[in-house]
């Protein structure tokens, strides 16, 4: 059974989040105004929506890859809670070295909703062994 995801359009003209193909692991979400990023500038980019995120679940805010590969945006930030009910708004940064222009209703960034499981926290002086054990950063290879 499919969870239902209510969404509060806080601006008429914007585009509800959506799957560009039937299997999408995430929905689209639109720019609700025209925004500008200059090289290295953050901002956030409001969605004109706001979200009854279902108990239990969060919804996780991603890059679209063609704006973060050809563009250089980058999202920041991302996790909203079940209980926020206010507008959803998409932090990017510029990382290219050039200004990009998002237009009202482009597609700006992906979300996805992700069962949320509860855990104990439990402080521990010692850890389990593994293979893998404290190697970090490239331990794998290149």
Same mark, same amino acid.
């Given at each position: *059974?499919?969870?239902?995801?209510?969404?509060?359009?806080?601006?008429?003209?914007?585009?509800?989040?959506?799957?560009?193909?039937?299997?999408?692991?995430?929905?689209?979400?639109?720019?609700?105004?025209?925004?500008?990023?200059?090289? *290295?500038?953050?901002?956030?980019?409001? !969605?004109?929506?706001?979200?009854?995120?279902?108990?239990?679940?969060?919804?996780?805010?991603?890059?679209?890859?063609?704006?973060?590969?050809?563009?250089?945006?980058? !999202?920041?930030?991302?996790?909203?809670?079940?209980?926020?009910?206010?507008?959803? *708004?998409?932090?990017?940064?510029?990382?290219?070295?050039?200004?990009? !222009?998002?237009?009202?209703?482009?597609?700006?960034?992906? *979300?996805?909703?992700?069962?949320?499981?509860?855990?104990?926290?439990?402080?521990?002086?010692?850890?389990?062994? !593994?293979?893998?054990?404290?190697?970090?950063?490239?331990?794998?290879?290149?």
């Amino acid at each position: *059974m499919s969870q239902v995801l209510k969404i509060k359009k806080l601006d008429t003209g914007v585009l509800l989040p959506d799957y560009s193909h039937a299997g999408d692991a995430a929905l689209n979400i639109y720019a609700s105004k025209d925004v500008t990023l200059e090289p *290295m500038e953050r901002v956030q980019v409001p !969605t004109g929506i706001a979200l009854e995120i279902p108990q239990g679940y969060s919804v996780f805010i991603w890059d679209r890859s063609s704006m973060s590969h050809k563009h250089g945006l980058k !999202t920041l930030g991302g996790v909203i809670d079940e209980g926020y009910r206010g507008e959803i *708004m998409v932090g990017l940064i510029n990382l290219s070295d050039e200004k990009y !222009t998002i237009e009202k209703n482009h597609k700006i960034a992906q *979300m996805i909703l992700q069962k949320r499981e509860e855990i104990t926290i439990e402080e521990a002086d010692t850890l389990s062994e !593994t293979i893998r054990g404290e190697k970090a950063f490239g331990s794998t290879g290149k």
